[in-house]
């Protein structure tokens, strides 16, 4: 929502308007999966938990559109709050870009506004966050980064999906890298008020799941390995980064596989294509002691936990 729209969006927008309604899943898995040359077989429609909508607020970002697109392709029923309803249909392809079309336009800023779109769902991811080049002021960080946290989660929490079982109710934050420094060389105030979010997610009654990416490429996914860690760790490695759709994929996971009590760095390296990615979130909950690739880095002099 907060920032420009991928360079390559532009194709698969024009593929969902020509086939808007009539495209078949399956033709629209294998559209997206040549288009950002990810294997079939990586991109295959895994069975939902549940059939409650899943909620992207900022989705027609460079990172929230490609989560929205990956989530559809996995069968999973997706809405999207968005700001406008013109750029909704320039970048996710919409048709009516209404609520029919499961569009809700709103801002994360605005409580009142999130609350029609997060009425009836379970789980949200929020892909809504302010670039280091919007040239925002600090109230307007805040307002994104913690206060749209904050509001997003009152709007899950509202009356009308507290009948829900207990521990249904779950939020996926998007993050980022870089918030263990007081004094970080790149968006301060952002990586601030985005560790401030963390922290009040973590003091909610509710499963959440914090993926704080290192730094965001537009490049295809699916050509490196991904690698899990915690502490800033992959900076002072120089892996610092990560494609927009490799994030896209894994967060895609956790909300398809209902992670949560995870709160875990993304990067990646060369080496073998991560397919499994199952196997990559369930790494991330290891030891602090080392890193999901354990014979890359120890980290038992940086960390130690006590029995």
Same mark, same amino acid.
């Given at each position: 929502?907060?920032?420009?729209?991928? /360079?390559?969006?532009?194709?698969?927008?024009?593929?969902? !308007?020509?086939?808007?309604?009539?495209?078949?899943?399956?033709?629209?898995?294998? $559209?997206?999966?040549? =288009? =950002?040359?990810?294997?079939?077989? $990586?991109?295959?429609? =895994?069975?939902?938990?549940? *059939?409650?909508?899943?909620?992207?607020?900022?989705?027609?970002?460079? +990172?929230?559109? @490609?989560?929205?697109?990956? &989530?559809? $392709?996995?069968?999973?029923?997706?809405? %999207? @709050?968005?700001?406008?309803?013109?750029?909704?249909?320039?970048?996710?392809?919409?048709? %009516?870009?209404?609520?029919?079309?499961?569009?809700?336009?709103?801002?994360?800023?605005?409580?009142?506004?999130?609350?029609? $779109? *997060?009425?009836?769902?379970?789980? !949200?991811?929020?892909? %809504?966050?302010?670039?280091? +080049?919007?040239?925002?002021?600090?109230?307007?960080?805040?307002?994104?980064?913690?206060?749209?946290?904050?509001?997003?989660?009152?709007?899950?929490?509202?009356?009308?999906?507290?009948?829900?079982?207990?521990?249904?109710?779950?939020? !996926? &934050?998007?993050?980022?890298?870089?918030?263990?420094?007081?004094?970080?060389?790149?968006?301060?105030?952002?990586?601030?008020?985005?560790?401030?979010?963390?922290?009040?997610?973590?003091?909610? %009654?509710?499963?959440?799941?914090?993926? /704080?990416?290192?730094?965001?490429?537009?490049? #295809?996914?699916?050509?490196?390995?991904?690698?899990?860690? =915690?502490?800033?760790?992959?900076?002072?490695?120089?892996?610092?980064?990560?494609?927009? @759709?490799?994030?896209?994929?894994?967060? *895609?996971?956790?909300?398809?596989?209902?992670?949560?009590? &995870?709160?875990?760095?993304?990067?990646?390296?060369?080496? #073998?294509?991560?397919?499994? &990615?199952?196997?990559?979130?369930?790494?991330?909950?290891?030891?602090?002691?080392?890193?999901?690739?354990?014979?890359?880095?120890?980290?038992?002099?940086?960390? /130690?936990?006590?029995?």
């Amino acid at each position: 929502n907060y920032s420009s729209p991928p /360079k390559d969006s532009l194709d698969i927008t024009q593929v969902t !308007v020509m086939f808007h309604r009539s495209f078949t899943l399956t033709a629209f898995v294998a $559209a997206y999966s040549l =288009h =950002h040359l990810i294997p079939l077989a $990586a991109a295959a429609i =895994h069975p939902t938990k549940d *059939a409650t909508p899943v909620l992207i607020t900022g989705a027609t970002g460079r +990172t929230g559109s @490609l989560l929205y697109f990956e &989530l559809l $392709a996995r069968g999973v029923p997706v809405r %999207a @709050l968005v700001r406008s309803a013109d750029r909704a249909r320039a970048v996710l392809g919409c048709h %009516a870009c209404n609520e029919s079309d499961g569009i809700y336009v709103g801002d994360v800023t605005d409580l009142s506004s999130i609350l029609p $779109a *997060a009425k009836g769902v379970t789980t !949200v991811a929020i892909a %809504a966050g302010v670039s280091g +080049t919007d040239g925002a002021d600090g109230a307007e960080i805040r307002a994104v980064e913690f206060d749209g946290v904050r509001n997003t989660a009152a709007a899950l929490s509202q009356s009308d999906n507290r009948g829900v079982p207990e521990g249904t109710l779950r939020i !996926v &934050l998007i993050s980022s890298m870089g918030t263990m420094s007081p004094n970080p060389s790149f968006g301060r105030d952002i990586l601030f008020w985005k560790l401030n979010a963390e922290a009040f997610l973590g003091s909610l %009654a509710v499963g959440t799941t914090v993926v /704080k990416p290192c730094g965001l490429t537009n490049g #295809p996914a699916g050509n490196s390995t991904l690698i899990t860690g =915690h502490d800033d760790v992959f900076l002072e490695a120089d892996h610092t980064v990560v494609t927009r @759709l490799d994030v896209a994929r894994v967060v *895609a996971e956790v909300v398809v596989e209902r992670s949560k009590g &995870l709160r875990f760095d993304l990067c990646a390296r060369n080496g #073998p294509v991560t397919n499994d &990615l199952v196997e990559l979130i369930e790494g991330s909950k290891r030891s602090w002691e080392y890193v999901t690739d354990g014979d890359m880095m120890k980290l038992g002099e940086k960390v /130690k936990v006590k029995q």
